[in-house]
Each structure stands twice: as structure tokens, then as C-alpha cells.
Nanobody, 124 residues
Framework: QVQLVESGGGLVQAGGSLRLSCAASGRTFGRYAMGWFRQAPGKEREFVAAISWNDSNTYYLDSVKGRFTISRDNAKNLVYLQMYSLKLEDTAVYYC????WGVGSDSRERYDYWGQGTQVTVSS
């Protein structure tokens, strides 16, 4: 069982930056791939970024490539999403998720555990 708690969301102006954190419980955190998803009002939850268990592979939604960076610290049971050059369309609730297969995926169905989400609002 893995419990995930996101933090770091907030209100930021377009062009600004935020860093989201996801704290995971459980001694097996290092075996899980981790992902970030987001859901805007009236839209489906979409993949944003993922990182494999050993940090060897990362994956990004095309629209965030070059602006967002996913990273992890297995010693601290943390995963991060650093977001730069934020746009209005990045406004959403951001969710952290854990995939026990460890490779990483852009598919929601691959993820076994989810956090409660943190709101990111980008204003003009």
C-alpha cells in the first residue's frame, strides 16, 4: 500500500513557476514508477509526466516538454514536478500517482495509487 500526498500548488501568474511535491508512504516507494496527471474543469484527467523507478526514463506530455521537469528522491520518498513558464491552460488539479510495475506510463489505468490532488491556477 502506498499513500500519496501532493503539495505546492497555488495561484501564479502566467510565465511564473511552481514546484509540486508528492510525498509517499511505504518502504517500497523506490520500486514504483511515478506519474503526474492533471484535470481541468470539465475535462478528463490527462497525463503530464512520468519517471521510472530508477530515474532512468522520463516521459512528458508534448505541451509541457521543455517547461516541466519530473524528478524523484527515493531516499526521501518524494517526487517533484518543477513547472516553468506556466500558461493559462496549465490550470488544473494536479495528481500524483504510483505505478507498481516501475517503468512509467502515460496511461491512467497503469497506476495503482493516487493522491488527493493539489490545485494549480495560472492567472493572466
Amino acid at each position: 500500500q502506498v499513500q500519496l500526498v501532493e503539495s505546492g500548488g497555488g495561484l501564479v501568474q502566467a510565465g511564473g513557476s511552481l514546484r509540486l511535491s508528492c510525498a509517499a508512504s511505504g518502504r517500497t516507494f523506490g520500486r514504483y514508477a511515478m506519474g503526474w496527471f492533471r484535470q481541468a474543469p470539465g475535462k478528463e484527467r490527462e497525463f503530464v509526466a512520468a519517471i521510472s523507478w530508477n530515474d532512468s526514463n522520463t516521459y512528458y506530455l508534448d505541451s509541457v516538454k521543455g517547461r516541466f521537469t519530473i524528478s524523484r528522491d527515493n531516499a526521501k520518498n518524494l517526487v517533484y514536478l518543477q513547472m516553468y513558464s506556466l500558461k493559462l491552460e496549465d490550470t488544473a488539479v494536479y495528481y500524483c500517482a504510483a505505478d507498481r510495475w516501475g517503468v512509467g506510463s502515460d496511461s491512467r489505468e497503469r497506476y495503482d495509487y493516487w493522491g488527493q490532488g493539489t490545485q494549480v491556477t495560472v492567472s493572466s
